[in-house]
């Protein structure tokens, strides 16, 4: 019964693989959320790492997003299968800490598995570049590798700690 008398009291099911996890006190967190905006006086994308959004506590499973916000409102993440990826890592991460990016309209996202998989050691930080098409069709990146985009600020980046 609930406290109220009212019914019966149910226990909300757990993630499947936080089971697996709980003996070495894995945490699943809310997803992080990443805001990209185009810087279009320098043309190319801007993701806001501000409050250092960019960085995932040890011994957490998160899933990172990134959201086309402000002026890139309306555009696209560039499919995986594009001559430039909406995703690539211009460091790579050892094998099994992060997913396969998942580009989906205005929003991709990662899931970050924090944790020391199979034993490898997760703590890092990594540069990665993102690709979005705006709805005109023109095409920015975070990093000056195409002809529009004439310089980056800061590489973007995801820091496991």
Known sequence: MTADGQGEEIEAPRPAHSAAHQNRRVQTMANVILRVTLNETEGYLDVDQSGNGNQIPHNETDTIIWQLTGNMRGGQFNSMDAPNP???WKQSPP???FGAPDPDGAQMSILDH???PNGVNSAGTWIYQIWATTS???QYSTQ???ANPRGVITDPTIRNQ
Do not use: K, L
């Open 95 to 97: 094998s099994g800490v």
């Open 144 to 146: 000056a590798t195409i």
């Open 114 to 116: 924090n944790t020391d």
């Open 86 to 88: 909406g995703f690539a």
């Open 136 to 138: 005109n069709g023109q």
